[in-house]
C-alpha cells in the first residue's frame, strides 16, 4: 500500500508538470510577396497559459501576447527596443489598421485528411475578409499533435477577450494545432490612415487585386516548462512611445457589431 501511495504521488506530481508545461512549435513559413518574390523564414511560436511568444527573423523580433494583462509587446532585438500596446487595441487602432471594416472570417471541413510530422489531422477550408480584403485560408489542424489542447485553450481565451471588438471575426478557429496553413489575401482596399487621399488613391491602384500568400508548415511541436522571462521583456530594453491611435489615448472609432458565421464542424 505504501508503494501503491508512491507511485500515486509520482504520478499526480508527473500530472500537474504536464498541465503547467508549455507548447513550442517551429515553422517553416514561404511568403509570397505582392512585388513577386518568395521569402522563405522560421517562425517560433511559444504558448503557456495565457501567454504566447512568436519569434522570427532570426530571434531579432519578438511578439508577447499577454491576454491576463491585456497587451501585446513587440520587440526588436537588433535595436533592443520594445513597444507596448493594449490587446485588445482599444480607440480607433484597430479600425485603422483594418481600413475601418470588421473581419468576417468562416470555416468549415473539407472531409479531407492528412499526416503531418506523424501527427493525423483534418483539413478545414476558411474564406471571409480582413480589412476589407478578400481572404482564404485551407489548414489542416490537428487536436492530438503535443500541446493541442493547450493552444486550443489559448486561442479560445483570446476568442473570449475580443468579443465586442473589431477583432471578433478573427478569434474563431478550427481545434486543434495548424500543422499546415495557407493564407491567400487578395488586395483591394488597403487602410489609408495617416496618408493623404492621393497617396491613397496611388497605393491602392499600384495594389489593385495583387495576392499576398503565406504557406506554413510545423516542421517539430514539443510541450515542455518555460521559463517566466520567456514572456518578458528582456532587461536593457527601451521602451518606445506609440502614437496615439496605438496607445489607446486617440479618439475612439465606432465599433462595427460583430458579423455572424459558421461555427466550425
Do not use: W
Not at 487602410?191 to 493623404?196: D, E, H, L, N
Amino acid at each position: 500500500m505504501k508503494k501503491f501511495g508512491s507511485l500515486l504521488a509520482v504520478a499526480i506530481l508527473a500530472v500537474a508538470a504536464i498541465a503547467d508545461a508549455g507548447v513550442v512549435v517551429d515553422e517553416q513559413q514561404v511568403i509570397d510577396q505582392l512585388d513577386g518574390h518568395k521569402v522563405t523564414r522560421a517562425r517560433t511560436v511559444m504558448i503557456e497559459g495565457d501567454k504566447q511568444k512568436s519569434i522570427i527573423d532570426n530571434g531579432n523580433r519578438s511578439v508577447i501576447t499577454d491576454l491576463g494583462k491585456g497587451s501585446m509587446m513587440m520587440m526588436d532585438a537588433r535595436h533592443k527596443t520594445y513597444a507596448e500596446f493594449p490587446f485588445p487595441p482599444k480607440g480607433g487602432s484597430m479600425a485603422a489598421m483594418q481600413g475601418g471594416v470588421s473581419p468576417t472570417i468562416s470555416f468549415k471541413k473539407t472531409g479531407g485528411h492528412d499526416k503531418i510530422i506523424g501527427y493525423p489531422c483534418d483539413e478545414y477550408s476558411g474564406a471571409g475578409t480582413v480589412g476589407g480584403n478578400p481572404v482564404s485560408m485551407l489548414g489542416c489542424f490537428s487536436d492530438s499533435a503535443p500541446g493541442a489542447t493547450d493552444y486550443s485553450n489559448f486561442q479560445s481565451e483570446m476568442a473570449d477577450k475580443v468579443k465586442g471588438t473589431t477583432m471578433a471575426n478573427m478569434g474563431q478557429i478550427p481545434p486543434g494545432v495548424p500543422l499546415r496553413l495557407t493564407i491567400t489575401t487578395r488586395m483591394s482596399k488597403l487602410p489609408t490612415a495617416g496618408i493623404s487621399p492621393d497617396q491613397a488613391k496611388q497605393l491602392n491602384q499600384m495594389l489593385a487585386n495583387r495576392q499576398f500568400v503565406t504557406n506554413t508548415t510545423v516542421s517539430n511541436i514539443t510541450t515542455k516548462s518555460l521559463p517566466a522571462d520567456t514572456f518578458q521583456v528582456p532587461s536593457g530594453y527601451q521602451k518606445q512611445q506609440l502614437p496615439p491611435m496605438f496607445s489607446g489615448n486617440g479618439g475612439s472609432a465606432p465599433v462595427a457589431p460583430p458579423t455572424q458565421h459558421k461555427v466550425p464542424e
